[in-house]
T-cell receptor, first 115, second 114 residues
Framework: NAGVTQTPKFRVLKTGQSMTLLCAQD?????MYWYRQDPGMGLRLIHY???????AKGEVPDGYNVSRLKKQNFLLGLESAAPSQTSVYFC??????????????FGPGTRLTVL | AQSVTQLDSQVPVFEEAPVELRCNYS??????LFWYVQYPNQGLQLLLK??????LVKGINGFEAEFNKSQTSFHLRKPSVHISDTAEYFC????????????FGSGTRLSIRP
């Protein structure tokens, strides 16, 4: 049971380049999330998904796109990277509970630098 | 609207001393609160959570937190810290909506001095 995994772990891009971050979970979770972490700002939600084939915008969605073609995978895309997207990106997943929130399980993160 | 505030960005303490990390929240509905810990170069993991019931919540690694509705606080405490507790700690509040979304505070970096 690997939990939540993210690839790649590190990446350096030039302004204008594109890339895709992959998140995979093997816990059969319904909900998945992409966050970015910046110093002094905690984690901010970029996009999330409540199930296969569904996605929704979070707090800071501009410049990012996502897809959830399979339940276990959640992809985060940057079509044209900008220096402001230099950050650490975390993926998380959780069960869908009717009575309230369950624990979110986090991946190890991807450190992205845009030059 | 729900929000969470961590007033202390950094808390230095000596090893074996007690520590309290402060968290205040605002919410107009029922509250669910969390503390997550992030060790250096790792993802976040759940330390403890308050959903209902007893206001004193015990978590992993000897940490506990007390939910105080009148003061809208959920402070994290440990009576004696170890070097291994060096990490960043995030308080979070459930965003009362679908999809189990939560809002994170800005984090408190706990540094332990020998």
């Amino acid at each position: 049971n690997a939990g939540v995994t993210q690839t790649p772990k590190f990446r350096v891009l030039k302004t204008g380049q594109s890339m895709t971050l992959l998140c995979a979970q093997d816990m059969n979770h319904e909900y998945m999330y992409w966050y970015r972490q910046d110093p002094g700002m905690g984690l901010r939600l970029i996009h999330y998904s409540v199930g296969e084939g569904t996605t929704a915008k979070g707090e800071v969605p501009d410049g990012y796109n996502v897809s959830r073609l399979k339940k276990q995978n959640f992809l985060l895309g940057l079509e044209s990277a900008a220096p402001s997207q230099t950050s650490v990106y975390f993926c998380a997943s959780t069960y869908a509970l009717a009575g309230g929130p369950d624990t979110q399980y986090f991946g190890p993160g991807t450190r992205l630098t845009v030059l | 609207a729900q929000s969470v505030t961590q007033l202390d960005s950094q808390v230095p303490v000596f090893e074996e001393a007690p520590v309290e990390l402060r968290c205040n929240y605002s919410s107009s509905v029922s509250v669910y609160l969390f503390w997550y810990v992030q060790y250096p170069n790792q993802g976040l993991q759940l330390l403890l959570k308050y959903l209902s019931g007893s206001t004193l919540v015990k978590g992993i690694n000897g940490f506990e937190a007390e939910f105080n509705k009148s003061q809208t606080s959920f402070h994290l405490r440990k009576p004696s810290v170890h070097i291994s507790d060096t990490a960043e700690y995030f308080c979070a509040v459930y965003l009362y909506s679908s999809a189990s979304k939560i809002i994170f505070g800005s984090g408190t970096r706990l540094s332990i001095r020998p």
